[in-house]
């Protein structure tokens, strides 16, 4: 059974930092791709960041140059680095893994930006 578990979501004024990571367990395979969404309140879940097995990244328009996706491929793990905050990022981000066309989430962790 296969298990996303995100860590390091929190509370962060507006141009500070904040780093996210999740593990991927469960599985003999990787997960590809990998990475991020994001749901504000009343919005629906959009595309934060993603990442692929070779590196090959894609990023929204309002996180590119501020964000940045990595991963471990090895202990099949991914983290997004975020800086200069806004209110804006403010939301429950969620890791996903992609799997066979399968889509695996975790349970999402909450990050708010205050202003």
């Known amino acids: 059974q296969v298990q996303v578990v995100e860590s390091g979501g929190g509370l962060v004024q507006a141009g500070g930092s904040l780093r996210l990571s999740c593990a991927v367990s469960g599985t003999i395979f990787s997960c590809n791709p990998m990475g991020w969404y994001r749901q504000a309140p009343g919005k629906q879940r959009e595309l934060v960041a993603t990442i692929t097995g070779d590196g090959t990244t894609n990023y929204a328009d309002s996180v590119k140059g501020r964000f940045t996706v990595s991963r471990d491929n090895a202990e099949n793990t991914v983290s997004l680095q975020m800086s200069s905050l806004k209110p804006e990022d403010t939301g429950v981000y969620y890791c996903?893994?992609?799997?066979?066309?399968?889509?695996?989430w975790g349970q999402g962790t909450q990050v708010t930006v205050s202003s």
């Open positions: 996903n893994c992609r799997q066979f066309s399968r889509d695996y």
